[in-house]
């Protein structure tokens, strides 16, 4: 079965004056227009295609590559915002629908928006909800504390940033723990630091716990030979110079070079780092 608003595998059956018509093991038939073939296609090749109704509501294939999927939250730019609703940027010919009754605020023209991507029910047409609040699993967390997750960063909060957990949850970032930019819509590797017992559930852009000290300890030291045995941070350096150059917490960094004075293979002093 052919799939709106998904990518599909699929082989070339034969040539038209308006396209490529491709199919399936099933049978199923979707055209190619020729605007979207690449150069050298021929029949029998097997290509990869993605799926979406065009502006008189029929399937079909494309080769550009779209923003986001159906069953995906996305951060997409508003390009529009008519009598039936907002219309997002999703990288295709035809803008993605945010109907109003799927808003809960004011979409403006050239701004972005977290979304959610389904396919609506009726029309069977990819449309986009702002109330991503109704598509993340609340019921079964299947997350461990201190595990390593994907992150899309979403809007801020009075506490932090609002991220979307491996495209299944909601989680949060506290400020105090950001060192450096970070905007809507950017994909980062997070951590999993704390499960609440209300379902909330706190993340890290950092690894948590001694037991990744090591990691710490590695990247140090192979920043002071990279830069001729000597850091231009130390222990009263700011936050966001040492997010800047290592990647790591302030917290994180100083113990780190805790862990290496007591080796013996390093040097300290307020602002600089030295390799013995």
Do not use: W
């Amino acid at each position: 079965m052919i799939k709106v608003g998904q990518y599909h595998t699929m082989i070339v059956l034969r040539e038209t004056s308006v396209g490529l018509f491709l199919g399936n093991a099933q049978g199923d038939e979707i055209l190619l227009p020729n605007k979207y073939i690449e150069e050298g296609t021929k029949v029998d090749d097997h290509i990869d295609v993605f799926v979406y109704k065009d502006s008189e509501d029929r399937p079909i294939a494309t080769t550009l590559i779209p923003k986001a999927v159906a069953g995906q939250f996305a951060v997409l730019k508003v390009n529009d915002v008519s009598s039936v609703g907002a219309f997002l940027d999703m990288g295709l010919e035809k803008d993605l629908l945010v109907p109003y009754k799927e808003q809960n605020q004011n979409l403006i023209r050239g701004k972005e928006v977290l979304v959610y991507v389904y396919l609506d029910e009726v029309t069977n047409r990819m449309v986009a909800s702002c109330k991503t609040h109704k598509f993340i699993e609340k019921e079964t967390i299947e997350l461990e504390e201190g595990e390593q997750v994907e992150l899309l960063i979403g809007g801020q909060t009075d506490l932090g940033r609002h991220v979307i957990i491996n495209n299944r949850y909601s989680g949060l970032i506290y400020d105090n723990e950001i060192f450096g930019k970070i905007r809507l819509g950017d994909t980062k590797t997070g951590y999993i630091k704390k499960l609440r017992e209300d379902g909330k559930i706190d993340v890290s852009l950092q690894p948590q716990g001694y037991e990744n000290m090591d990691s710490f300890e590695t990247k140090v030291l192979e920043e002071l030979d990279a830069r001729g045995g000597e850091l231009p941070i130390g222990d009263k350096s700011a936050p966001e110079d040492i997010y800047g150059l290592l990647g790591m917490s302030k917290k994180n960094f100083k113990k780190a070079i805790g862990s290496l004075y007591r080796q013996r293979l390093v040097v300290l002093a307020p602002t600089s780092v030295k390799k013995v």
